[in-house]
């Protein structure tokens, strides 16, 4: 697909009548001149804003030029053996699963530009190797993000995991870092504020509160208005993906995801008016599906981003 298609509806029909509407836009995101001139690899398909290829991310990887990308996000198999597609190993050695892990970071690394920001979503037992990598590659530690979602039963002589783990480093000093703020918390039962904050309620700003680095109130990604019924596998909120590019990014900045899975990436990508270029080896139908049909809606998100 080279065209870009927009669902419209026509409102003035009566509501028995309305049909969804194709409306094509001739204006697509041009990614070769990110591209290596030695390669002849395309896209599967287009947007006016992002570009998605169905292939191996490290068939795709070497054939960007260096320094072009602002943010990367990656959220790979965790190594837990879980069934995601034909195409999939997500049951490797430890040892192997390290250092693919480490082939496609060295790419990630190389093709940020001075100043931007990478992120990481894992357990925290492989962060904890591939942060101390990145700080190999020269990278910057930022923050570490602890992503509160309990996503297992407890575990017979261990603490109960409850939290996925977010690295955040940049290429030096970053390019764009934004303050994002939180609504202050009020008590669903009598509708009060739930902290006093010290006695110091009155010098708080009224947008909000800093975000921290721990992320109490990501929703689970469970009922199907919220990923594709055709991938089985785990999907992310698009609260993640919205701090992490309102975090790092401006608009019109290029993000790059190179395991797009339900597209959530491209999806806030596309809300927010940043470029993008994805991979991805077995679903990449399912989310052109989720960009052109807008099926898929967003959590709900009231953090205020400051400019």
């Not at 029909?13 to 041009?30: E, S």
């Not at 055709?230 to 992310?236: E, F, W």
Request: overall charge positive; proline content about 7%.
């Amino acid at each position: 697909m080279e065209k870009n298609s927009e669902l419209i509806t026509d409102s003035a029909m009566p509501k028995q009548w309305k049909q969804p509407v194709l409306k094509w836009n001739a204006k697509t995101f041009n990614v070769k001149p990110l591209l290596k001139s030695s390669t002849d690899i395309s896209p599967i398909y287009t947007s006016s804003l992002g570009a998605l290829f169905s292939a191996d991310c490290l068939k795709v990887l070497p054939f960007i030029k260096d320094a072009v990308v602002d943010t990367v996000f990656a959220d790979p198999p965790f190594n837990v053996g879980k069934q995601y597609g034909r195409n999939t190993d997500d049951c490797r050695p430890g040892e192997e699963y390290l250092s693919w892990s480490k082939a496609w970071l060295s790419e990630c690394v190389r093709i940020l530009k001075p100043g931007g920001a990478l992120f990481l979503y894992n357990l925290p037992k492989w962060n904890i190797p591939l942060g101390a990598y990145l700080a190999e590659l020269q990278m910057e530690f930022r923050h570490w993000i602890a992503i509160e979602i309990s996503a297992c039963l407890p575990i017979p002589g261990r603490l109960h995991p409850s939290h996925y783990s977010l690295l955040y480093y940049t290429k030096g000093k970053p390019k764009v870092f934004r303050r994002i703020r939180t609504p202050i918390e009020i008590c669903r039962h009598c509708n009060e504020e739930i902290k006093d904050y010290g006695g110091h309620r009155g010098a708080m700003n009224p947008k909000g509160v800093t975000l921290k680095d721990v992320w109490t109130d990501i929703p689970p990604v469970r009922h199907w208005k919220y990923k594709s019924k055709n991938r089985k596998a785990n999907a992310l909120s698009t609260k993640i993906l919205s701090r992490v590019i309102e975090m790092s990014t401006k608009p019109d900045d290029l993000v790059l995801d190179p395991f797009g899975g339900s597209g959530t990436t491209f999806a806030v990508c596309e809300e927010k008016n940043r470029h993008w270029i994805g991979m991805e080896i077995d679903f990449a139908k399912e989310i052109i599906d989720r960009i052109e049909c807008d099926s898929i809606k967003p959590h709900k998100n009231h953090d205020y981003v400051e400019e």
